[in-house]
């Protein structure tokens, strides 16, 4: 008989008949039987009904027979996913915090992102004319500016370095590995196209001059434009700001340029904070480049997901937009829409109506 002293029981008991005793215990690894919405958005960034949606999305292709013991449910591989993709944490922890081994981890990672690419179709650019009318007509309620049709930047996300033979390619203007991703938005930061395949070296308005929705564009330029910075070209279909504006209307056009424009940074911004894994802050994604396009891809369409269901946004840091300053000006080539702009300088901002 062994004497205890401020342990919750009587100095006389035995220890072990304490351990003896029936207890019961939650099972912690179950998030979404243990979390309440607000703490599920925390960490995972969907509350339960959006987790069920995304798992009925995807369950049909994460179902694996396998030969030893039970395998991870749905459920499990998109909690495991979500919460890389909020919080970037490394496969060791989601292992322990989820109760599965870090190989499974990793396979579980890998699955869902590639059935969420699949299965998720919110990236859109709309391409019949009352959608596009409606998207001309939100951006000028919203911030005054005629005819636009999306909001274009280019954006960094760090990855490992890759084989000696890519290296150089992926090294970006701010001296470390990254991929370079070209994204268009909506009013509302939604984004309507994106493209998640170019190194980090690559120039903005080379991604954009190889793009699917460059050659559109320019084979439909009288449906509007984007307003890009000064890392594009002007063309008829895509202005860009003034670099020296030398009157009271060429001030109001880059104000009313730089105040939409802007949508497409905070966008990012957006999409950064609320799937930190590729935010910069993580670090760097721990994967192969291929892999590192799909996660993008997949947190883009999880970012519209999101808007779409009008899910919280999370806080955003004023370090979370990129920085625009270094930006690199795109090539004197390819310059032939400074008569565009000048019409609507002339027509549009010269007057006092523009906001």
């Known amino acids: 008989m062994a004497t205890y002293i401020g342990l919750g029981f009587d100095c006389e ?27 599920l958005i925390s960490r995972y960034r969907m509350p339960r009904h959006a987790i069920f949606k ?51 981890v990793s396979i579980a990672i890998r699955n869902t992102i590639e059935q969420l690419c699949k299965v998720l179709d919110l990236i859109k650019f709309p391409k019949d004319r009352s959608s596009l009318r409606q998207l001309k007509e939100k951006f000028h309620r919203k911030f005054g500016f005629p005819n636009v049709l999306g909001c274009i930047d280019g954006t960094i996300v760090a990855i490992k370095r890759p084989p000696a033979n890519e290296e150089v390619a992926y090294v970006c203007r701010k001296g470390y590995h990254a991929i370079n991703i070209q994204a268009i938005c909506d009013p509302d930061m939604r984004f309507l196209n994106i493209v998640c395949k170019w190194p980090g070296s690559t120039h903005d308005s080379f991604i954009f001059a190889n793009s699917r ?50 949508t497409i940074e905070r966008a990012f911004g957006l999409l950064k904070s609320r799937f930190r894994c590729i935010h910069k802050s993580a670090g760097c994604l721990w994967h192969g480049v291929k892999q590192c396009h799909k996660i993008v891809y997949a947190a883009a369409q999880l970012h519209n997901f999101a808007i779409d269901l009008r899910l919280p946004t999370p806080p955003v840091d004023e370090d979370d937009t990129d920085d625009a300053d270094d930006t690199i000006p795109a090539p004197c080539h390819a310059q032939d829409g400074y008569r ?16």
């Open 13 to 39: 008991d035995n220890l072990n008949e304490v351990y003896r005793k029936p207890r019961i215990f939650r099972d912690r690894s179950r998030k979404l039987d243990t979390l309440d919405d607000d703490e």
């Open 340 to 355: 565009v702009r000048r019409q609507l300088i002339e027509n549009v901002f010269a007057k006092n109506t523009c906001r």
């Open 213 to 262: 929705i460059g050659s559109h564009l320019e084979a439909h330029k009288d449906d509007g434009w984007l307003l890009g910075d000064s890392g594009y070209p002007c063309r008829p279909w895509l202005l860009t700001p003034l670099a020296q504006p030398q009157t009271r209307a060429e001030e109001r056009y880059n104000s009313s340029h730089c105040r939409t424009r802007n």
């Open 54 to 104: 995304l798992v009925s999305l995807v369950e049909a292709d994460l179902v694996r027979e396998t030969q030893r013991s039970v395998p991870l449910s749905p459920e499990i591989q998109v909690m495991v996913t979500l919460r890389f993709l909020a919080k970037g944490s490394f496969q060791s922890e989601l292992a322990d915090m989820h109760g599965i081994v870090q190989s499974s």
